[in-house]
């Protein structure tokens, strides 16, 4: 499967996709990531590769695929006419149709493939072959429960496109979706399951869901468009996609999973204790939001490495006793006159905020 997954070539994009539409996309996908993450023990999710998501079973060794293809739509229900119309592309060439498409993924992962799904916002008004409900009142819908008429519609029509002489194999894992993520308000609705997800996690936590929602927006971002010849699987893993390891990590890197606020009330008292003058207890605040807010952003690689080398510095010190019968000030008064012989300090990074890495490093 992963081999198979980055040599097997991409289809051809149809052309560039309007701002909204794509965001409508990437907002889904964090509420997609979310939902496997609380309930999966593995798994991996690649953005725009092969489809707009692709899911698998696994990110060290992948043995089933999903493929998911995300269309929203202003207004009107889906119906068999529009999922099996190609449209023309600005170069004239007939682009494969949305059952097309889904059914092209089927075809070269026919060894792993366990659902090809169509999600929209929309509902699907389609004849069932069991009309009770009605398909507009369904929220999934399995191509196999449609009329013998529309599936051959749609049978014809994959076997037009892909030339085949005989039957395609794809209607039992093959399901229209209807999402409740609505066109206008994707935005606000992917921060509502963003905070219910993480104060299900940390239920004694303030988070700034805004901050925490443009991260992971941007990570989603990043990774959709990210681009390169002769991509390997290890590619692919860190730059195309996020699996339960990697988020996971980006969590614990970017302090999602931690308490600042409670961190730092204890903080406060100790500091004080030690004699640390107000004045100076609130300049290490103010530098402690700050690297709370400049954690957010998992790449920022200076930030990262200097947390490292502070981390490292730190280690050290603790190990060779240099420490010993310090304070917690006088403590990170030692890190930082070591970390400051070596290294030179960005403007941006005052002297205060280096503490507070060191704060957090050695205290939390």
Same mark, same amino acid.
């Given at each position: 499967?992963?081999?198979?997954?980055?040599?097997? *070539?991409?289809?051809?994009?149809?052309?560039?996709?309007?701002?909204?539409?794509?965001?409508?996309?990437?907002?889904?996908?964090?509420?997609?990531?979310?939902?496997?993450?609380?309930?999966?023990?593995?798994?991996?999710?690649?953005?725009?590769?092969?489809?707009?998501?692709?899911? !698998?079973?696994?990110?060290?060794?992948?043995?089933?695929?999903?493929?998911?293809?995300?269309? &929203?739509? /202003?207004?009107? @229900?889906?119906?068999?006419?529009?999922?099996?119309?190609?449209?023309?592309? =600005?170069?004239?060439?007939?682009?494969?149709?949305?059952?097309?498409? $889904?059914?092209?993924?089927?075809?070269?992962?026919? #060894? &792993?493939?366990?659902?090809?799904?169509?999600?929209?916002?929309?509902?699907?008004?389609?004849?069932?072959?069991?009309?009770?409900?009605?398909?507009?009142?369904?929220?999934?819908?399995?191509?196999?429960?449609?009329?013998?008429?529309?599936?051959?519609?749609?049978?014809?029509?994959? /076997?037009?496109?892909?030339?085949?002489?005989?039957?395609?194999?794809?209607?039992?894992?093959?399901? $229209?979706?209807?999402?409740?993520?609505?066109?206008?308000?994707?935005?606000?609705?992917?921060?509502?399951?963003?905070?219910?997800?993480?104060?299900?996690?940390?239920?004694?936590?303030?988070?700034?869901? *805004?901050?925490?929602?443009? !991260?992971?927006?941007?990570?989603? =971002?990043?990774?959709?468009?990210?681009? +390169?010849?002769?991509?390997?699987?290890?590619?692919?893993?860190?730059?195309?996609?996020?699996?339960?390891?990697?988020?996971?990590?980006? !969590?614990?890197?970017?302090?999602?999973?931690?308490?600042?606020?409670?961190?730092?009330?204890?903080?406060?008292? +100790?500091?004080?204790?030690? &004699?640390?003058?107000?004045?100076?207890?609130?300049?290490?605040?103010?530098?402690?939001? +700050?690297?709370? $807010?400049?954690? !957010?952003? *998992?790449? @920022?690689?200076?930030?990262? +490495? $200097?947390?490292?080398?502070? /981390?490292?510095?730190?280690?050290?010190?603790?190990?060779? &006793?240099?420490?010993?019968?310090? /304070?917690?000030?006088?403590?990170?008064?030692?890190?930082?006159?070591? #970390? @400051?012989?070596?290294?030179?300090?960005?403007?941006?990074?005052?002297?205060?905020?280096?503490?507070?890495?060191?704060?957090?490093?050695?205290?939390?």
């Amino acid at each position: 499967m992963k081999e198979h997954l980055i040599k097997v *070539p991409i289809r051809e994009k149809a052309g560039p996709t309007s701002a909204s539409r794509f965001d409508y996309q990437k907002d889904w996908s964090i509420c997609k990531l979310i939902e496997y993450h609380k309930i999966k023990s593995d798994y991996v999710i690649i953005f725009d590769w092969h489809e707009d998501l692709v899911i !698998m079973d696994s990110e060290s060794n992948p043995q089933r695929i999903e493929f998911y293809q995300i269309k &929203g739509k /202003k207004s009107g @229900n889906w119906k068999v006419s529009d999922l099996i119309r190609s449209e023309t592309g =600005k170069d004239g060439k007939v682009l494969l149709s949305i059952i097309g498409k $889904l059914y092209d993924c089927k075809s070269k992962f026919d #060894f &792993g493939t366990s659902s090809l799904n169509f999600v929209s916002n929309a509902r699907f008004q389609v004849d069932l072959e069991v009309t009770l409900p009605s398909s507009l009142t369904k929220d999934d819908i399995c191509i196999i429960e449609l009329k013998s008429e529309e599936k051959a519609k749609i049978k014809n029509k994959i /076997k037009t496109e892909h030339s085949l002489s005989i039957d395609p194999i794809y209607e039992d894992i093959t399901f $229209l979706r209807v999402i409740d993520l609505s066109l206008d308000g994707s935005k606000e609705h992917t921060q509502g399951k963003i905070s219910e997800f993480l104060n299900s996690i940390f239920p004694n936590k303030n988070f700034n869901i *805004p901050n925490v929602y443009r !991260m992971l927006f941007d990570e989603v =971002k990043r990774r959709s468009g990210y681009s +390169k010849d002769n991509i390997t699987y290890e590619d692919l893993l860190s730059n195309k996609a996020i699996g339960k390891s990697q988020f996971e990590q980006i !969590m614990e890197a970017t302090g999602i999973n931690k308490n600042y606020d409670e961190i730092w009330n204890r903080l406060d008292v +100790k500091l004080q204790n030690d &004699g640390l003058s107000f004045q100076a207890t609130k300049n290490l605040k103010q530098a402690w939001k +700050k690297l709370e $807010l400049e954690r !957010m952003n *998992p790449n @920022n690689d200076y930030l990262y +490495k $200097l947390i490292d080398t502070l /981390k490292a510095i730190a280690n050290e010190s603790e190990s060779n &006793g240099t420490l010993n019968n310090l /304070k917690l000030i006088e403590c990170v008064e030692s890190i930082y006159n070591t #970390f @400051n012989k070596t290294v030179v300090i960005p403007v941006s990074y005052d002297l205060n905020f280096i503490k507070a890495i060191i704060l957090s490093e050695i205290y939390d």
